[in-house]
């Protein structure tokens, strides 16, 4: 099997989901006691949450480069960022590292593809939702996308770092993106992703009339496939 890098911790919470569904996969493809080779860089996330508060993105990005370069020391052959936010610094990480990165994008992007679905909604944290980095991924596979109002990036980047991070799960939370995402649809989105890796805490399928892409189970699947080697991963 392939070794993975990942650079989780951002939050810990959906960084356990991930390691979860990484080895679920490579358990039911192999059977027996089998799991998946893993390296888990685990960062503090206090310590990148008060970049992004500085906006000092050059430190995050050099926190998570080392991270990754470390996986890659400890055998990684391919490494992921655990979190859609911090693939803002994507490209650093990936230009300092002599391995694939696996995009977090490119796995939603491939999960739209396969359902035919051509336009997204994106609920996230607000860098996510406003910055290019993201949206601008997606259109790379072809795929469009649409983002809340104002007021409910406002909403769901507080709910975000006030609740989700810290593994906080509020009923009234849970009723405000099911609203959200009834306005995604409503302004065109075949189908909405959860841009940020804990909003699955949060929100199910069976909660909204409209499809929805968790972005942390697509990346995790594709990781899994990676692992196995069923899959490669590419240098963009």
Same mark, same amino acid.
């Given at each position: 099997? +392939?070794?993975?890098?990942?650079?989780?911790?951002?939050?810990?919470?959906?960084?356990? /989901?991930?390691?979860?569904?990484?080895?679920?996969?490579?358990?039911?493809?192999?059977?027996? %006691?089998?799991? @998946?080779?893993?390296?888990? *860089?685990?960062?503090?996330?206090? &310590?990148?949450?008060?970049?992004?508060?500085?906006?000092?993105? @050059?430190? @995050?990005?050099?926190?998570?480069?080392?991270?990754?370069?470390?996986?890659?020391?400890?055998?990684?052959? /391919?490494?992921?960022?655990? /979190?859609?936010?911090? %693939?803002?610094?994507?490209?650093?990480?990936?230009?300092?590292?002599?391995?694939? $990165? @696996?995009?977090?994008?490119?796995?939603?992007?491939?999960?739209?593809?396969?359902? #035919?679905?051509?336009? $997204?909604?994106? =609920?996230?944290?607000?860098?996510?939702?406003? +910055?290019?980095?993201?949206?601008?991924?997606?259109?790379?596979?072809?795929?469009?996308?649409?983002?809340?109002? +104002?007021?409910? !990036? &406002?909403?769901?980047? /507080?709910?975000?770092?006030? *609740? =989700?991070?810290?593994?906080?799960?509020?009923?009234?939370?849970?009723?405000?993106?099911?609203?959200?995402?009834?306005?995604?649809?409503?302004?065109?989105?075949?189908?909405?992703? $959860?841009?940020?890796?804990?909003?699955?805490?949060?929100?199910?399928?069976?909660?909204?009339?409209?499809?929805?892409?968790?972005?942390?189970?697509? %990346?995790?699947? *594709?990781? #899994?496939?990676?692992?196995?080697?069923?899959?490669?991963?590419? !240098?963009?």
């Amino acid at each position: 099997m +392939e070794t993975l890098g990942l650079i989780g911790g951002m939050s810990w919470h959906s960084t356990a /989901t991930y390691y979860r569904i990484i080895n679920e996969i490579v358990a039911a493809a192999r059977g027996g %006691h089998a799991s @998946a080779r893993i390296t888990l *860089e685990s960062l503090d996330f206090e &310590e990148i949450r008060q970049c992004q508060i500085r906006g000092d993105w @050059a430190s @995050a990005a050099a926190l998570l480069t080392e991270a990754g370069q470390r996986c890659v020391r400890s055998g990684a052959t /391919t490494v992921a960022i655990c /979190t859609n936010l911090m %693939h803002k610094v994507a490209p650093e990480v990936e230009a300092g590292i002599d391995v694939p $990165l @696996a995009h977090i994008a490119d796995a939603v992007a491939a999960e739209a593809a396969r359902n #035919g679905w051509r336009t $997204l909604g994106i =609920l996230g944290t607000r860098w996510v939702m406003e +910055e290019d980095f993201y949206a601008g991924r997606l259109a790379r596979h072809g795929i469009d996308s649409v983002i809340p109002d +104002e007021a409910d !990036r &406002e909403m769901s980047d /507080t709910i975000i770092f006030d *609740e =989700l991070t810290k593994g906080i799960v509020q009923v009234a939370s849970r009723s405000a993106y099911i609203d959200t995402i009834q306005r995604l649809a409503d302004q065109g989105a075949d189908a909405v992703v $959860l841009a940020c890796t804990e909003i699955g805490l949060l929100i199910q399928p069976h909660d909204v009339p409209v499809p929805l892409v968790d972005s942390v189970e697509v %990346h995790a699947r *594709e990781l #899994g496939r990676l692992a196995l080697g069923t899959v490669a991963a590419t !240098r963009w």
